[in-house]
């Protein structure tokens, strides 16, 4: 599925044609229909799954300092706060999995006291994530996090995605992150999981 053309240069999110529809459809079931936008709002606590927000509202009503945006004759409303989570997605529907969102931006990272994660070790531990781990993650719709690391050599990662409440999670954490991590990266012996699993969710919309 390809998503449209965007309408201008800074259009925030894409919306497949599948999705329009959808979307129109759903529109034109409420009352004062003409009037009414699609509010996008994305709720992105640290270390967690981006929770989204989707419903109608009277496009008038909106935030001076919300976006808004129409692609092709559906008003997009998006709350200032939410501008930098969701830029650059992809909204998509399918018959099985209904609404959803293809986000490449990822939450923000969990702080925790007295971690590392400006240093040189902490780059390497990055470039290895990025070029190495998150892409075999991404196979199964997941990723990881740095968080930091301590002055012992642990890691601390957070997953999302796919991987974040499945329950294979923590093996894949301990045997195929921590052994890449440790294996290419000295100075990294451990690697601990920091994600909050029990508020794991799929971010779909049916």
Known sequence: MSPLAPQNADTIIEITPEAL????????????KERLGLRLEVFANPGEEFKYDLSFEIVTQAAFSDEVRTIDGLKIIIPLNSFEFINGATLDYSERQGLIIRNPNK???VS?????????????????????????????GGFVTYVGHDPDGVAYLTM????????????????GVQ?????????VVKVRDVTDHATGANPYYK
Do not use: W
């Open 21 to 32: 529809v959808q979307l129109k459809q759903l529109r034109d079931e409420e009352p004062e």
């Open 160 to 175: 999302g995605g796919g991987c974040h409440g499945c329950s294979m999670s923590k093996m894949t954490m301990l045997d």
């Open 112 to 140: 925790i006291e007295g971690l590392v994660n400006d240093d040189e070790l902490s780059a390497a531990i990055e470039a290895v994530i990025s070029t190495d781990v998150n892409p075999s993650l991404a196979a199964h």
């Open 107 to 109: 939450p923000p990272a």
């Open 179 to 187: 052994t890449t991590l440790i294996e290419q990266v000295p100075g």
